[in-house]
């Protein structure tokens, strides 16, 4: 599993290093240069705010200290060779947040010995399944190694210590240990939902974390038939008189199916209140995900789950049926309408390899794909129709698990490198990317990844650019809103965030609309009437 993560980080990402630190050769010259005149200088780059800034002075400072010495290890003192230290880890881009890795605030608990070469230091991540710590490992040990007098570099990969929720952050009782609760659902029956759900579990395991799954279909649970845990029934903690989960594999697994009593024949609010209860007093302990695997549909269940529990994003699973795009498109309304935000789009049984070396696609094409672009989802993954897969789960055994190696796993292994890339920047998102000022009557935008700074929307300009079934025809892509339908003072009622991509705008006459960055970013900029100063009559 490591070389899938390892294939997957080079094909995904890119660490790079900051221009202001010279190369080999142009450092020799410096040095060469320093010696020749008395004037080198001595002064310490400053560190400011959290980032790294540097002078004329400072560059040359760097150079010296990434060549061959210039001064004996004696003569370096702890503070000044921990500033050499950070400096090459300066060098070290996170590629989600755009910043080095000190600016970020990963780098703990650095102890510099410049007398015997020794170096420690801690890497504090945003998650332990961050899909680019082995680069990040590698990059900080190699770059600190290239100081003249460091003989030994101790690097510790952790991540940031996990924060007990609140119940006014929607996790109490058995959840209040979990960081992060991942809703994997499809509004069409059928098109393995429960599959991607199992193997993307269990590969956020392999990656590092902590991970539980809940099977929320009552009526037809798949999990008791997908994994094959030892102890098959659920058991009650007498002391605290909560659920236990079964494990299997390092994951815990909770679902009706465990209960001893099989599917089962309830109405739509018996069945809500069950899953509510198995969710809620299950004793999860400390996670860092709990995947929640949604029964297929828009309905009580599917609701009760969302305002009873915060979820902190949803993955969706199609096929690439024409159909499919429908249905689909209702659960990511659905969530939207929740305030979940949705990252990535699952197109199962999206194709299959024939004998002779073509690849075919039976259902044809383009639903994942539409998903995608019409919801701004960042990430769109496709699984083949492989018969390894549906053996791996009737014989109990994740194929993630059972062929770790195989091209499938690795696409799952992108998956969850998107769900955890995207979770991890939600959680340094600007939450007022997008805001409504009333008094201006525009919208105030500073969309992540954009060329402007800041720009301003009319309020029916956005209204009347909506890419919903009600604007636009699902079939043809026909637009049937009308431009004089819109008013031109039309308002929102309220604005909230969806996850990296997108907002969820309420308007006053009752309209949910879901406006993706990349919509906003196309529409024309409006502009704000120039202030002017009423003239003064002379008295």
Known sequence: MRQATASLISGAYKVVMTPEVPNRQTVRRQVTDSRRSSHASTSTPQWSSGSLRWS??????????TSEPSISATQISPDAGKEQVLRQLARIIDPDFGQDIV????????????????????LELTTPACPIKDEFERKARDYVAELHWVQQVDV???????RPMTPDEGRSGGLKSVTHVIAVSSCKGGVGKSTVAVNLAYTLAQMGARVGIFDADVYGPSLPTMVSPEVRVLQMNPDTRQIMPTEFEGVKLVSF???????????????????????????WGALDYLVVDFPPGTGDIQLTLCQSVQFSAAVIVTTPQKLAFVDVAKGIRMFARMAVPCVAVAENMSFFDGEDGKRYYPFG????ERVK????????????????????????RPLVVAHPSSPTAESFMELGAGLVREVAKMQRLERNAVRYDAADKVFVCRLPDSSRPEFYLHPAVVRRNDTSAKSINEWTGEKTLRDADVPEDVEPESVQPLGNYAVQITWKDGFNQVATFDLLATLPEHTLPLFSVPAIDNV
């Not at 600016?103 to 801690?122: E, H, I, N, R, Y």
């Not at 510790?156 to 996990?162: G, K, L």
């Not at 199916?257 to 004793?283: C, E, H, K, N, Y």
Request: charged share 10%.
């Open 103 to 122: 600016s970020c605030g990963f780098v703990k608990g650095l102890m510099v010995d410049p007398q015997s070469g020794q170096v420690t230091f801690a």
């Open 365 to 368: 094409q383009g639903s994942g």
């Open 156 to 162: 510790t990969m952790t991540a940031q210590p996990q």
């Open 257 to 283: 199916g465990f209960a001893g009593q099989g599917s089962a024949i309830m109405r739509g609010p018996m069945v809500s209140g069950v899953i509510q209860q198995l969710l809620t007093t299950t004793d």
């Open 373 to 396: 672009q019409d919801f701004g989802l960042p990430h769109l993954i496709r699984f083949p129709i492989l018969p390894e897969l549906s053996e791996a789960g009737d014989g109990g």
């Open 56 to 65: 004329a002075e400072s560059r040359l400072s760097a150079a010296v200290s």
